[in-house]
């Protein structure tokens, strides 16, 4: 399993971060985390593969270990929060006891909440690094620099890092249900 740290620079935005992301994707299931990014992921490309959250923080990457078991053969890609993974701590252990080849989970960090106001996350506090270290993923990397499309096709779990700074964009709100979301995702998989 691979632990992955991206120094993006002080002035990329979680939006840059998603873009960077997305134009590595190709077939992937996308799953990502409530508010804002999937805000930002809609408006930057939608597609039938992304399913947005709308509610559940914290849970996007529990739904995607789900999937990733469920389709063993279709590459995985979560993309979260820092606040949301302190929400759901658990889901470090759960998914390092698993180690799903299929799944990549990218953790945006801004230190912040940033779709209720931007409060401060204690992930300020952390280096989430050594959290994933001391939960015992094998392989822990620090990476300037890394091609992330190999990565979403590597054969074990991969767990990235972009730090960016908070803030969010002007993205649209979603104009589709959640019912219309689950069902578009639930075609295709």
Known sequence: MYYLKLSIGDNMARREAIENIINCIDDE???CNIGFPSRELYDIKDR??????????GLASSIGLGLALAQPNRNIVVIDGDGALLMNMGSLVTIFANNPKNLTWI?????AYGSTG???TYAQKLDLVDVARGVGFKNSYDFEDINLKEFIKSDDASFIVYHTEPGNSKAPIIDLSPVEIKNRFMDIV
């Open 48 to 57: 039938k593969e992304n399913f947005y959250m709308i509610g559940s923080m």
């Open 29 to 31: 299931l996308v799953v």
């Open 107 to 111: 953790v945006i960090d801004n230190g």
């Open 118 to 120: 931007n409060q401060d």
